[in-house]
């Protein structure tokens, strides 16, 4: 190993430490401030309450913390858990269909495309199974371990490993077909739109081709990203370490608009209506406008914000120390907040009126 990938390998290693870290000093400062709180606070529901709204429809317990967003497809949820498994779930039911089990934790999510599910593990190995029955159809072999979900582009299949590198596989035979020296550290979960791939780094936000590998633009933002950007109408969107929100034009790489907020962004932002909703390590949550970045309220949350928000009609959904919080989108005014036995790092998702979500006491809920 060159020492320069040795450097790079430490360097992630670092980051993610870091914002483990900085995830479970917040999370336990929020549970310390209100740890002589005993019942739920108004528009709150706990985890047996099945008559109050934001009601817990089913749970399913593994083994492990879910880290990661669980991902729907033709009624099926999956999702990964700390316990080396993938798990396939009845969206309705909450019954488990299979679980594939790798060698290593499993901490990103996977991605479904075409009938088949593609996930990354710690034991250096992007997997691709059945989505019905859970069968292998092959693994293919990294350097390092993969913390990160991949994203499929046609037949291409990428990933990003803890070495620094991008993977891009073919789907149906899990062969190689190029790979990418990110700049600094280890890429995000990358972006697919269209023919191009976004991840952010270290040092920033990079664009590259997904038929050639070849790199397209790099953007150098203060401080890293370790959210996977998000893209909306041409605009990408990502936060930094040290508090800033950037818009970048997709095509070009140029710097529309950044906004500076108090306390790192490691998670990523959500668009919708030409807002843009984004929240971080100082527990206030924010809108702003995603044309210009003023911004257009914040609300402080007592649970603090511990993962990317997910919007679905008029309510903004996000993860917390305590649980699940549900904001009005046009004021951010608190409609109702679920309690867990745990940090919600899962950005939920929604399908059906019901709201999918794990958390590090190691269970996925279905809440209405």
Known sequence: MSRLNKLLMLLQAATF?????????????????AADTTQPSAGSVGPQDAAAAGALKWQLKTGGSVYAPPVLADDIVYFSSYDYNVYAADATTGQERWRVKTGGRV??????????????????KLYAVDAKTGQSRWKFKTQYAISVAPAV?????????????LYAVDTTTGKQKWTFAVERGTATAPLVAGHTLYVGTAAGLQAVDVASGQKQWALKTVGAVVGAPVIADGMLYCGTLRGRLYAV??????????????????????VAGGTVYFGGISGTFYAASAQTGQELWHSASEQGVTSAPTVAGALVH??????????DAQ???????????GIVTSAPAVQNNLIYFGGWDGTLYAVR
């Open 153 to 165: 582009a046609g037949d291409t299949v990428i990933v990003a490993g803890t070495d620094g590198l």
């Open 331 to 341: 004021t951010g005014q608190l409609r109702w907040s679920f309690l867990t036995n």
């Open 318 to 327: 996000f993860g917390s120390a305590k649980g699940l919080v549900a904001l």
């Open 17 to 33: 430490a870091l914002v483990v870290c900085v995830y479970t000093a917040h999370a336990q400062a929020v549970n310390e401030r």
């Open 249 to 270: 034009e997709a095509t070009t790489g140029y710097e529309k608009w950044f906004t500076q907020v108090e306390g790192g962004l490691p998670f990523s932002p959500a």
């Open 107 to 124: 901490l990103g999510a996977p991605v479904v495309a075409g009938g088949v599910v593609y996930f990354g593990s710690q034991d250096n």
